[in-house]
């Protein structure tokens, strides 16, 4: 995807984000236990803040996070979205970035990166309004599939492999099938490792369905009766578990 789409989709879900979120900033967040609507904003607020000041200087920032804003949450998520756009209005999406992902080091990873994590958390601001989940585009979807499977779980089983403990280390090199419309990735639970190929092979188990429903069950926002699952349950337990840890 360029890099002007992924800015487009990010100003779409701040905008909805902002808009639901701010109706009820004590509202409690039924996909981040713990959380109210409030803490949802500072947290986006902040995760975009720090990617600027992070492409600016060349060097994670310290201290972090900001004091929060005195005028609340729903400006400085304002304040961290303009911050954000002339960041990625400004550079050049091949432009080297510090990022905690050794094989992209580029700004572009940081206009794909935020584009994702906007549309997750404007899912949960939904969530917490009881409101209908406006839809993810289908190019988001895909790309977010590939994102949480090859640039969180397979690279972060493989970095710190100790972060995920028994789930891991008890995986025996089974794999699971994901389907998300056209799309297939076959998922390879190893000890070693978690690999992620573009392979036909249907695996011990697979999961099938619409791109945001894969998405949003991947990212632990839906329940997955929408997905289709078949083959050995375990397996997708172990993957489910994996996840969690390596976006914890």
């Given at each position: 995807?360029?890099?002007?789409?992924?800015?487009?989709?990010?100003?779409?879900?701040?905008?909805?984000?902002?808009?639901?979120?701010?109706?009820?900033?004590?509202a409690p967040v039924p996909s981040c236990p713990g959380w109210t609507t409030a803490d949802l904003l500072?947290?986006?607020?902040?995760?975009?803040?720090?990617?600027?000041?992070?492409?600016?200087?060349?060097?994670?920032?310290?201290?972090?996070?900001?004091?929060?804003?005195?005028?609340?949450?729903?400006?400085?998520?304002?304040?961290?979205?303009?911050?954000?756009?002339?960041?990625?209005?400004?550079?050049?999406?091949?432009?080297?970035?510090?990022?905690?992902?050794?094989?992209?080091?580029?700004?572009?990873?940081?206009?794909?990166?935020?584009?994702?994590?906007?549309?997750?958390?404007?899912?949960?601001?939904?969530?917490?309004?009881?409101?209908?989940?406006?839809?993810?585009?289908?190019?988001?979807?895909?790309?977010?599939?590939?994102?949480?499977?090859?640039?969180?779980?397979?690279?972060?089983?493989?970095?710190?492999?100790?972060?995920?403990?028994?789930?891991?280390?008890?995986?025996?090199?089974?794999?699971?099938?994901?389907?998300?419309?056209?799309?297939?990735?076959?998922?390879?639970?190893?000890?070693?490792?978690?690999?992620?190929?573009?392979?036909?092979?249907?695996?011990?188990?697979?999961?099938?369905?619409?791109?945001?429903?894969?998405?949003?069950?991947?990212?632990?926002?839906?329940?997955?009766?929408a997905l289709t699952f078949d083959g050995d349950p375990e397996l997708v337990k172990r993957l489910g578990?994996?996840?969690?840890?390596?976006?914890?």
């Open positions: 995807m360029e890099q002007h789409r992924y800015l487009h989709l990010i100003e779409l879900d701040h905008a909805r984000m902002r808009e639901t979120a701010t109706r009820d900033l004590a500072k947290h986006v607020g902040d995760t975009f803040l720090h990617k600027v000041e992070t492409m600016r200087r060349g060097t994670w920032p310290k201290p972090w996070p900001p004091e929060p804003d005195p005028n609340g949450p729903g400006a400085y998520l304002d304040r961290a979205m303009a911050g954000l756009r002339g960041e990625l209005t400004s550079r050049k999406p091949e432009e080297q970035a510090l990022t905690w992902y050794d094989p992209d080091q580029t700004v572009g990873f940081w206009a794909r990166r935020m584009a994702l994590e906007t549309a997750v958390h404007r899912v949960d601001a939904e969530l917490a309004a009881g409101e209908p989940i406006t839809p993810i585009p289908t190019d988001l979807a895909v790309d977010g599939i590939d994102e949480i499977l090859v640039t969180f779980l397979a690279f972060a089983s493989r970095q710190w492999p100790e972060d995920f403990g028994a789930a891991l280390a008890g995986a025996d090199g089974r794999a699971v099938s994901i389907a998300a419309g056209a799309d297939r990735l076959l998922v390879r639970l190893a000890a070693s490792g978690v690999e992620v190929s573009r392979d036909d092979d249907p695996g011990e188990a697979s999961i099938s369905g619409a791109p945001q429903d894969v998405l949003l069950w991947l990212w632990r926002r839906a329940d997955g009766a578990d994996l996840l969690k840890e390596a976006t914890r």
